[in-house]
């Protein structure tokens, strides 16, 4: 969960502390963060990424209304699912796999 958290949510907070001085500077600049359609909706077994998705797309949000005046836009991208062999290895309760028992 902490491992989960730290990168992203903690990941994109700490570049948006960063970049954010640098482009209120300047007047001008984009953040775009990458969240996830499980940013919206939790996923069954899946609770501490959804979490620290929910985080950035919070964090995002608020970021957004506070670099406006400053003319720094901040952006969201939310991907669906990609196919990948990430569910492969998952384990559930009860020693079932994501495949079937």
Known sequence: M??????????????C???AP????QGTGMIINV????GIVGVPFAG???ASKFAVEGM????????RPFGVRVCL????????????NRQLAGGH????P
């Not at 640098?22 to 500077?25: D, L, N, P, T, W």
């Not at 969240?35 to 499980?38: C, I, K, T, V, Y």
């Not at 995002?60 to 670099?67: I, M, P, S, V």
């Open 97 to 100: 796999t994501a495949t079937g």
């Open 60 to 67: 995002t949000e608020a970021l957004r209304h506070e670099l």
């Open 48 to 50: 501490p990424y959804a």
């Open 35 to 38: 969240s996830s359609l499980a």
């Open 77 to 88: 991208l939310e991907p669906g699912d990609i196919d990948t062999n990430l569910p492969v």
């Open 2 to 15: 902490r491992a989960q958290m730290d990168t992203n949510f903690g990941g994109t907070f700490l570049m």
């Open 22 to 25: 640098v482009m209120r500077a």
């Open 17 to 19: 502390r960063a970049v």
